[in-house]
């Protein structure tokens, strides 16, 4: 993500933050967009899992996206997960993406995702329902602005290790994507 796309994300942050509300925020260096979760992955996996993942990528040319709405899963009245979208044209490319990395991923082992991935980044998580209704009053106001079109260039495999701070993420692989056609 560029600088400015984490500003604009750590901006909305911030007008969430004073509320009253039991919300883990994810660090702005940790914001990402997430095409496939492996969960535990035995080590002797990896290179594996990069070999699939190179396979697949080659045919993709770099992608130019832009976050478009603030909105909360698995919906608004009970919210649990605080997101930023992805424009409809840089979501179904990611989706085609995704999906022929999925199947790549699937021959070596990895299970398909029982329901469609909808791109998007994760900015909060909500751990209780205290003051839930201030969150959901705040969610409704118009608190987003697009930072503007970004270019996607690489995909990374990034290994995520779970800390008492929150979870640190270590790169193990990135493959760049050909330039836009």
């Known amino acids: 993500m560029t600088q400015n796309v984490r500003d604009e994300i750590r901006n909305i942050q911030r007008h969430l933050l004073p509320l009253p509300c039991d919300v883990k925020w994810v660090q702005t260096e940790n914001i990402h967009l997430t095409l496939k979760f492996l969960g535990d992955v035995p080590i002797d996996k990896n290179e594996a899992i990069i070999k699939a993942m190179a396979e697949c990528l080659q045919n993709f040319s770099a992608l130019d996206i832009e976050l478009t709405q603030l909105g909360a899963y ?41 329901r469609e991935i909808d791109p998007h980044v994760t900015i909060g998580r909500i751990k209780s329902e205290k003051n839930l209704s201030l969150l959901r009053d705040a969610l409704q106001k118009k608190i987003f ?37």
């Not at 085609?96 to 699937?106: F, N, R, V």
């Not at 008492?164 to 990135?174: A, K, N, Q, W």
């Open 74 to 114: 698995p919906d608004s009245r009970q919210p649990r997960v605080i997101w930023i979208g992805i424009d409809p044209s840089a979501s179904k490319k990611i989706k085609e993406i995704t999906g022929q990395l999925e199947d790549k991923l699937c021959q070596i082992g990895f299970p398909k995702e029982e």
């Open 145 to 181: 602005s697009s930072p503007g079109i970004q270019q996607i260039n690489s995909v990374t495999l990034f290994k995520s290790t779970l800390t008492s701070l929150g979870p640190h993420y270590e790169g193990i692989f990135t493959h760049l994507l050909k330039e836009s056609d």
